[in-house]
C-alpha cells in the first residue's frame, strides 16, 4: 500500500484519523470500523488466495479462508451480543467497537504481510512446473490440454 505515491497519502490519512478518534463520537468509530473491515479481511480473505495460493491447491485454500471469515463472523455475533449489555443496556458498545477496530487493524497488517502480485501471472505466482503437472495428470489418464 505504501509503495505508490496515494497509497501513502491514504496511509497518512487513516494513521492521523485514527489519532483523533474522539471516543463519544459513535458515527465516526463505526464508519472507521466498516473501513477497516473492507479494507482488511475482505481483501485478504477474497482477492489474495486467488493470487497467492499456488493453482493444484487453490480452490481448497480459497474455500478455507472463506470458511474462516464466516465462523469468525458467527463468533462475533454471538460472543458479543452478549458483552454489549454489560453494565447496563448498550453502556459497553464503545469497548465492543474498540475490541473490533483492534481485529480490523491486525486484518490490515497481516495483509500487508503477504506478497505483492501485481505485474505477475499466475503460473509465475504459483512456482510450479508445468511439464511435471502434465505428466501427473496424464499419468491418472486426463487429456492434457497443450497443443502437441
Do not use: W
Not at 490519512?13 to 463505526?30: E, G, P, T, W
Not at 458467527?74 to 458479543?80: D, E, N, P, S
Not at 458483552?83 to 467497537?97: A, V
Not at 505485474?119 to 512446473?129: P, T, V, W, Y
Amino acid at each position: 500500500m505504501q509503495a505508490t505515491p496515494a497509497g501513502k497519502k491514504a496511509f497518512v490519512f487513516l494513521v492521523s484519523s485514527i489519532i483523533v478518534i474522539d471516543r463519544s463520537d459513535a458515527d465516526y468509530q463505526y464508519c472507521m470500523a466498516n473501513f477497516f473491515q473492507n479494507f482488511g479481511p475482505n481483501t485478504t480473505t477474497f482477492i489474495i488466495p486467488g493470487e497467492v495460493f499456488p493453482t493444484r491447491y487453490r480452490s481448497t485454500a480459497h474455500g478455507i479462508c472463506a470458511a474462516s471469515g464466516k465462523l469468525g463472523a458467527i463468533i462475533a455475533q454471538v460472543g458479543f451480543s452478549r458483552l454489549i449489555n454489560i453494565g447496563g443496556t448498550g453502556k459497553f458498545l464503545p469497548h465492543i467497537l474498540e475490541i473490533f477496530a483492534l481485529f480490523m487493524l491486525t486484518g490490515v497488517f497481516s495483509t500487508l504481510l503477504l506478497p505483492e502480485t501485481m505485474n505477475r501471472s499466475l503460473e509465475d505466482l504459483s512456482q510450479e512446473d508445468e511439464d511435471d503437472y502434465e505428466r501427473e495428470t496424464e499419468a491418472r489418464g486426463v487429456q492434457s490440454s497443450k497443443v502437441q
